[in-house]
Nanobody, 117 residues
Framework: VQLQASGGGAVQPGGSLRLSCAGSGGSFSAVVMGWYRQVPGKQRELVATISSGGTAKYAEFVEDRFTISRDNRKNTVYLQMNSLKPEDTAVYYC????????????WGHGTLVTVSS
């Protein structure tokens, strides 16, 4: 399984970015896909996840600013980020987790999001 993330970049506070992550190389049925982020010196933290059925969960800091979605036909998950704040600056990682047999977890490479004026 491979996860290819894209869409990071630099944006001013209050701006928007859309991250994409395309999965390949395996079956994504019953797979939970999500986004995590990490800043230097801190642990990686959950941003949002979405089940294959479309159930989404968000970290509290998202505060309705981000929307996670997925296209099961393309094995792709998206993260629309609006009203970005400087504290959203981090490397964002795509994750795919299959919680049923065969159980597996894969990470994509990180994509840097920088929010600065």
């Amino acid at each position: 399984v491979q996860l290819q993330a894209s869409g990071g970049g630099a944006v001013q506070p209050g701006g928007s970015l859309r991250l994409s992550c395309a999965g390949s190389g395996g079956s994504f049925s019953a797979v939970v896909m999500g986004w995590y982020r990490q800043v230097p010196g801190k642990q990686r933290e959950l941003v949002a996840t979405i089940s294959s059925g479309g159930t989404a969960k968000y970290a509290e800091f998202v505060e309705d600013r981000f929307t996670i979605s997925r296209d099961n036909r393309k094995n792709t998950v998206y993260l629309q980020m609006n009203s970005l704040k400087p504290e959203d600056t981090a490397v964002y990682y795509c994750n795919a987790k299959r919680p049923v047999t065969p159980v597996w977890t894969y990470w994509g490479h990180g994509t840097l999001v920088t929010v600065s004026s």
